[in-house]
């Protein structure tokens, strides 16, 4: 089952900031975060760990609620090169050795000047 | 830095046809995916694979089917291409024991259907 992402599409003014949800009925073990800009490949952002551990780059946050399965990416003071359409990817717990991850719909983000 | 390449950009073909997909990763990854993206439907897992000659259905196996005979290569296999396949077509790779690696993607294959 796909995790839910919130919004569906943002527009934004430089300088402005934005928080994209992600949320899953499933127990977590780690939410991947990813951008993708209009004909290009995703690109990685962020992973986040159960347990609190942040991997990342960027001036990009992101924090991660165990308890109630949910991910929220922060973007502040927004950049044109922030546009694109975001997607989290989770990971639920499974066997041993799997890797894979279901991602959300994506939500789209329009900077503007 | 790692590198996901797809075999093409764009792709046309007929209904009833055989398709092949192409995937190379050049990191020695054991882990390959195959995504197809649809607008409003984000990515979805059609098939992956943990190590040679082994596979695994992801979501939406139906109508797909995947090769794997080398480490780099990973293949996706429309047996009998139908319309409803036009999409766009992402291939992944990861290292395993990597909770924390990342997928790195290629640029995607637009396939038609005809």
């Known amino acids: 089952q796909q995790p839910v992402q919130s919004p569906q599409a943002v527009i934004l003014r430089e300088g402005e900031d934005a928080v994209i949800n992600c949320s899953s009925s499933?127990?977590?073990?780690?939410v991947h975060w990813y951008r993708q800009k209009h004909g290009e490949a995703p690109v990685f952002l962020m992973i986040?760990?159960?347990?609190?551990e942040q991997k990342g780059h960027e001036k990009i946050s992101a924090s991660f609620n165990e308890k109630k399965q949910q991910s929220s990416l922060y973007l502040t003071a927004s950049q044109l090169s922030y546009s694109g359409t975001y997607f989290c990817?989770?990971?639920?717990?499974?066997?041993?050795?799997?890797?894979?991850?279901?991602f959300g719909k994506g939500t789209k983000l329009s900077v503007i000047p | 830095d790692v590198k996901v390449t797809q075999s093409s950009r764009y792709l046309v073909k007929r209904t009833g046809e055989k398709v092949f997909l192409e995937c190379v990763q050049d990191?020695?990854?054991?882990?390959m995916f195959w995504y197809r993206q649809d607008p409003g439907l984000g990515l979805r897992l059609i098939y992956f694979?943990?190590?040679?000659?082994?596979?695994e259905k992801g979501d939406i196996p139906e109508g797909y089917s995947v090769s794997r005979e080398k480490k780099e290569r990973f293949s996706l296999i429309l047996e009998s291409a139908s319309t409803n396949q036009t999409s766009m077509y992402l291939c992944?790779?990861?290292?395993?024991?990597?909770?924390?690696?990342?997928?790195?993607f290629g640029d995607g294959t637009r396939l038609s259907i005809l």
């Open positions: 992944a790779s990861t290292l395993s024991g990597g909770e924390v690696q990342p997928q790195h």
């Open positions: 499933k127990a977590l073990y780690s």
């Open positions: 986040l760990l159960k347990g609190g």
């Open positions: 990817g989770t990971r639920a717990y499974s066997g041993a050795g799997s890797y894979q991850l279901t």
């Open positions: 990191m020695d990854h054991e882990n």
């Open positions: 694979s943990y190590d040679v000659k082994m596979k």
